[in-house]
């Protein structure tokens, strides 16, 4: 099983994307659904998270503009990004984990932030 990413591209400051992620097949069991980025030289940061009962985590550098939903059935992860900020350039990953605390990773999809 694969994760898909769609989404991401070029954004002016002020501007929005909306990021997708979907598996190719059913994962059984998702205890957490994540988005997180990389910038060049950074590491890579957890900017938001949903669990399996819906709870949601977000990043302070994106509380308040970011916004992660899901479609359990579907086994689909969204983020919405309002506001954007040149900062926010990076490549974006999702990741599942499963009860057996088995990660699935997506390919990556850039978001670069025009200033």
């Known amino acids: 099983v694969q994760l898909l990413v769609f989404g991401g591209g070029l954004a002016q400051a002020g501007g929005c994307l909306r990021l997708?992620?979907?598996?190719?097949?059913?994962?059984?069991?998702?205890?957490?659904m994540g988005w997180y980025r990389q910038a060049p030289g950074n590491q890579r940061e957890l900017v938001a998270a949903?669990?399996?009962?819906?709870?949601?985590n977000y990043a302070d550098s994106v509380k308040g503009r970011f916004t992660i939903s899901r479609d359990s059935a579907e086994n689909t992860v969204y983020l919405q990004m309002n506001t954007l900020k040149p900062e926010g350039t990076a490549v974006y990953y999702c990741?599942?984990?499963?009860?057996?605390?088995?990660?699935?990773w997506g390919q990556g999809t850039e978001v670069t932030v025009s200033s």
């Open positions: 990741g599942f984990r499963n009860r057996y605390d088995y990660d699935y």
């Open positions: 997708s992620c979907a598996a190719s097949g059913r994962i059984f069991s998702i205890n957490f």
């Open positions: 949903i669990s399996r009962y819906g709870s949601t």
